[in-house]
């Protein structure tokens, strides 16, 4: 949930600025939520709900995501009018290129999964593995392509640890910027 | 419909719709001391 945090703080940061400002909050109206909702759907389909991704297959998983990844740069580009967006959008093109060209999966090196989970007995820490059910497969530095996008950077937040690409850190910032804004005057 | 419902309702849907954006655009991973799971 590290993401959705961005979503809660630039809320919060963007009403307080409102009530600071003695100005009305502005919410905005995202187009083509259909595409949106499209997207996350087939993500649901195959990597949350325990009924369905069990039983697709992981090459079809990876397609869906690679899908669904365009989908919502496309969203996202659609609604470049709005403040924030094209930073938002950048995120989903970066990640979405990384997944791309890594056969659909986001790469994370073994170094960084140890970074993780510390505990975890470095034997156990297999390469060219999907790691379980979610969107990450470990490959090593040297057989990824655009390994500076791939999720490298970890971060702690209340005893969690989480492993970050460049794309999702452009997401957080984009979404925080545009809920900041509704904040203040009609023209910033 | 009032006003005041048609702007809470038009809060809620962006809000929703960027919960779901940031789900489904993002790839970050949840580690710590449980399973791998996704970072949402």
């Given at each position: 949930?590290?993401?959705?945090?961005a979503v809660l703080a630039g809320l919060a940061a963007g009403l307080i600025r409102a009530w600071i400002g003695k100005r009305h909050y502005r919410p905005i109206?995202?187009?083509?939520?259909?595409?949106?909702?499209?997207?996350?759907?087939?993500?649901?389909?195959?990597?949350?709900?325990?009924?369905?991704?069990?039983?697709?297959?992981?090459?079809?998983?990876?397609?869906?995501?690679?899908?669904?990844?365009?989908?919502?740069?496309?969203?996202?580009?659609?609604?470049?009018?709005?403040p924030g967006?094209?930073?938002?959008?950048?995120?989903?093109?970066?990640?979405?290129?990384?997944?791309?060209?890594?056969?659909?999966?986001?790469?994370?090196?073994?170094?960084?999964?140890?970074?993780?989970?510390?505990?975890?007995?470095?034997?156990?820490?297999?390469?060219?593995?999907?790691?379980?059910?979610?969107?990450?497969?470990?490959?090593?530095?040297?057989?990824?392509?655009?390994?500076?996008?791939?999720?490298?950077?970890?971060?702690?937040?209340?005893?969690?640890?989480?492993?970050?690409?460049?794309?999702?850190?452009?997401?957080?910032?984009?979404v925080f910027r545009l809920l900041w804004t509704l904040g203040g005057p009609k023209n910033s | 419909?009032?006003k005041s419902?048609?702007r809470l309702?038009q809060f809620v849907?962006m809000i929703?719709?960027l919960?779901?954006?940031?789900?489904?655009?993002?790839?970050?991973?949840?580690?710590?001391?449980?399973?791998?799971?996704?970072?949402?």
């Amino acid at each position: 949930m590290i993401l959705s945090l961005a979503v809660l703080a630039g809320l919060a940061a963007g009403l307080i600025r409102a009530w600071i400002g003695k100005r009305h909050y502005r919410p905005i109206s995202l187009r083509h939520l259909w595409l949106l909702a499209a997207s996350v759907a087939s993500q649901v389909i195959a990597f949350y709900l325990p009924a369905t991704r069990r039983k697709i297959p992981d090459s079809i998983a990876a397609a869906m995501l690679v899908s669904s990844q365009a989908s919502l740069a496309i969203f996202a580009v659609l609604n470049l009018t709005q403040p924030g967006m094209e930073l938002a959008g950048a995120g989903a093109g970066l990640n979405m290129a990384v997944i791309a060209a890594n056969g659909g999966w986001m790469p994370i090196s073994p170094e960084t999964v140890r970074k993780l989970w510390r505990d975890v007995p470095e034997s156990s820490i297999q390469s060219n593995v999907r790691l379980r059910w979610t969107k990450d497969f470990i490959k090593t530095e040297d057989s990824t392509r655009l390994a500076f996008l791939s999720d490298r950077f970890v971060i702690s937040f209340l005893k969690n640890r989480y492993a970050l690409s460049l794309g999702d850190l452009a997401i957080a910032l984009g979404v925080f910027r545009l809920l900041w804004t509704l904040g203040g005057p009609k023209n910033s | 419909m009032k006003k005041s419902n048609s702007r809470l309702i038009q809060f809620v849907v962006m809000i929703v719709s960027l919960v779901l954006f940031v789900i489904g655009a993002g790839a970050p991973l949840g580690g710590g001391s449980g399973a791998p799971g996704h970072g949402g």
